[in-house]
């Protein structure tokens, strides 16, 4: 294949040093990849045998990307956008393409649009057409605008083949920071993290701090604070790294005072010197974080904030969660509290193998192979969503007279129709017999608004039903408070704190498990509540604990009313005084097979035959809005109508069900209380 990559990086290089790294991985596959780079040369980027059109370069000043400068400084005018159109169109029609890849846009680079949308436009003329991706990092910063949103997402739509993450969802999906549309989220392949490729070997001996504050010169305030914490503990050993950005003026003026060679440029064996380190310090750009998980040096992370940014916040959260850094936030950035953290860390236990997949570029390099060999039927490939079958012609799914939409399948295959019908029987019987059936809903995994979640508190409010939604504490974002502060009857408890799987390898996934020692799963839960409830409005949380997998040490439990939680939801266990427990008793996922619906009527025989055999214990529903897929949807939204619509069924109110009258004693699944507001049969 012949691969074009479009990058055009405005400050820092890592989106060069990305794009960069997928080139030369063509190459070692035998492939032909050409680079087409918009920004600033830079240095330290290999790029082997990578052929390279470079374009008059763009940078920006401070965060203002909206207006790119030119060469010399001033900002780009006409002429020079049309020069650097003309010389992308011109690669193009020479290198004749079979794979078009776009770094970043369409999801940014809003200011260059006009000649990202010049080249993918052209590079549908071509019969055959060569196959046209966008290429993403792990996280991304989402516009405050909706329209800018949907303008992206009508762009993938109208002009892309696939959306390339190069991250893992089981870290951080793409949503977390970035509200996918149906049609986009079916485009999105996830690579995994995309290493730069080069290894090192692990020093015997780790010793001193190193700092690096990125290539350009957004780290000035890292480098004048690290500079002045080596002028007071000159004994840790320091050695700073500034990027080829910065201007000499004003290193040499950081360096003043400092003994020769503490203060130096970013050098090409950075991570052979982290390997060695006993401690880093740096931000958390994309390709920082990885050079930190390739070497597994403990570190001290200070995320790039200004103008808004939030995407190394994120990041840098996501690994603190795991273990693997110390966040310092840039506001809070002093000499003093970079001493302080790097104290802590340095006594910090080094966390274990962390298990994120590196090996984004090679996967890389075989989805566009598929694409390129399927020939315009990307959709076939693994992660596009599998509709629901097809009914046979003539059949009629049960319930449909009144409105519902029942998972059926015919021909000797699963039926919801008969599981419905022993799931009102069970429900009659109870009714008859004057004994109620409590139902309450728990949703996972919300970190931010996106179409899933107004899908899911749609569905709830269309069926007057109240919703528990857990949200992982270090995800979540802005849009989350903003759209459940027009939701109705949505309660959010606290997911763990970043959901990451601390389990050895080979044991079930637990973030809480009893792996870990019990006073870092206190403070990782006191954490979670501590940001659940910055992030969040007052009316919005309950202080309830919900553990990642549903799995956690038996002596956190007892620690939690310590903490400030009152309630307490997984699977069914025991009572733990000072907490009230709802657990979760229905999970339609088939998590180990499909990831879609379970059969439908197995799931109904059971629920049914629970029902009969003791109505007294509530039924608790678990569902994660975040990958469902049409059945799901369809078989959670009649499960609902045919509860709520039953005079056996009350649905409780998350409110009543973990009201603090039960926090005294404690209380079993089978002695919930019940609001008489929440009454719905």
Not at 33 to 50: H, T, Y
Not at 263 to 288: E, F, H, K, M
Not at 451 to 459: S, V
Request: hydrophobic letters at 45%.
């Amino acid at each position: 294949m012949r691969v074009l990559i479009a990058v055009t990086h405005l400050l820092g290089a890592g989106h060069l040093t990305r794009a960069a790294a997928l080139g030369r991985a063509f190459v070692a596959s035998g492939h032909d990849a050409l680079l087409v780079s918009g920004g600033v040369p830079a240095p330290m980027v290999r790029l082997s045998d990578v052929r390279l059109v470079q374009l008059p370069p763009l940078r920006v000043a401070g965060t203002d990307f909206a207006r790119p400068l030119g060469p010399d400084g001033s900002p780009a005018d006409p002429a020079l956008f049309a020069r650097r159109r003309a010389l992308m169109l011109d690669a193009l029609a020479d290198f004749a393409p079979d794979a078009v890849i776009t770094e970043l846009f369409p999801f940014g680079r809003r200011a260059l649009a006009a000649e990202f949308l010049a080249l993918v436009e052209a590079a549908q003329a071509p019969r055959p057409r060569p196959r046209v991706l966008a290429s993403l990092r792990d996280i991304l910063v989402a516009s405050a605008k909706p329209e800018r949103i949907a303008e992206a997402h009508e762009r993938v739509a109208r002009l892309y083949d696939a959306v390339l993450v190069h991250g893992d969802p089981a870290i951080v999906p793409l949503d977390a920071s970035w509200p996918l549309d149906a049609g986009t989220a079916g485009k999105i392949r996830y690579t995994g993290y995309v290493d730069d490729g080069s290894r090192t070997v692990p020093a015997a001996t780790r010793t001193g701090v190193l700092v690096a504050a990125g290539s350009g010169p957004a780290g000035l305030g890292l480098l004048s604070a690290a500079a002045a914490a080596a002028r007071m503990r000159p004994s840790l050993g320091w050695r700073i790294l500034a990027g080829h950005g910065v201007p000499d003026p004003e290193l040499a003026a950081i360096a003043h005072g400092l003994p020769e060679g503490t203060i130096g440029r970013a050098r090409p064996d950075y991570r052979s010197l982290l390997a060695g380190s006993a401690l880093s310090v740096s931000q958390c750009g994309y390709n920082t974080a990885l050079d930190l998980l390739a070497t597994a040096t403990p570190a001290v992370l200070v995320p790039f904030e200004a103008g808004g940014e939030t995407e190394q916040r994120l990041r840098a959260e996501c690994l603190a969660g795991r273990g693997l850094g110390r966040v310092l936030p840039e506001s809070e950035l002093t000499a003093e509290s970079l001493l302080h953290a790097v104290d802590a860390k340095l006594r910090a236990t080094p966390p274990g193998p962390h298990g994120i997949d590196l090996g984004g570029a090679a996967r890389t390099v075989a989805i566009v192979e598929d694409l390129f060999r399927l020939h315009g039927r990307p959709e076939v490939l693994g992660q596009a969503p599998v509709p629901p079958p097809a009914r046979e012609e003539g059949f009629v799914a049960p319930f449909e007279s009144r409105g519902l939409n029942v998972v059926a399948r015919n021909g000797g295959r699963e039926s919801a129709r008969l599981g419905f019908v022993a799931l009102r029987n069970a429900l009659d019987e109870a009714a008859a017999g004057g004994r109620g059936v409590r139902f309450w809903w728990r949703d996972d995994d919300a970190v931010a608004a996106s179409p899933a979640l107004d899908r899911l508190i749609a569905l709830a409010e269309a069926h007057g039903v109240p919703l528990l939604l857990a949200a992982i504490p270090s995800g979540i974002e802005p849009s989350l408070g903003e759209r459940l502060a027009v939701a109705k009857s949505v309660s959010v408890a606290v997911h763990g704190l970043a959901h990451h799987d601390h389990a050895p390898p080979g044991e079930k996934a637990a973030e809480f498990g009893p792996h870990r020692p019990l006073d870092a799963l206190v403070a990782d839960a006191a954490a979670g509540l501590r940001i659940a409830r910055a992030r969040l409005a007052e009316a919005q949380l309950l202080p309830v604990f919900v553990p990642p997998w549903n799995r956690f040490a038996p002596d956190l439990a007892a620690a939690l009313p310590g903490l400030g939680y009152r309630g307490l939801s997984a699977v069914p266990g025991p009572a733990i005084p000072g907490l009230v427990r709802a657990d979760a008793t229905l999970d339609p996922i088939d998590w180990r097979g499909t990831r879609s619906v379970r059969d439908p009527d197995t799931l109904l025989h059971d629920l049914a035959a629970g029902i009969t055999r003791d109505p007294s214990r509530p039924v608790g529903l678990l569902t994660h809005h975040r990958v469902h897929d049409a059945a799901i949807w369809a078989f959670v939204a009649d499960l609902l109508a045919v509860l709520r619509d039953h005079p056996a069924v009350t649905c409780l109110d998350p409110e009543s069900l973990f009201s603090g009258a039960m926090v005294e004693t404690g209380a079993a699944a089978s002695n919930l209380p019940v609001s008489p507001a929440a009454r719905t049969g």
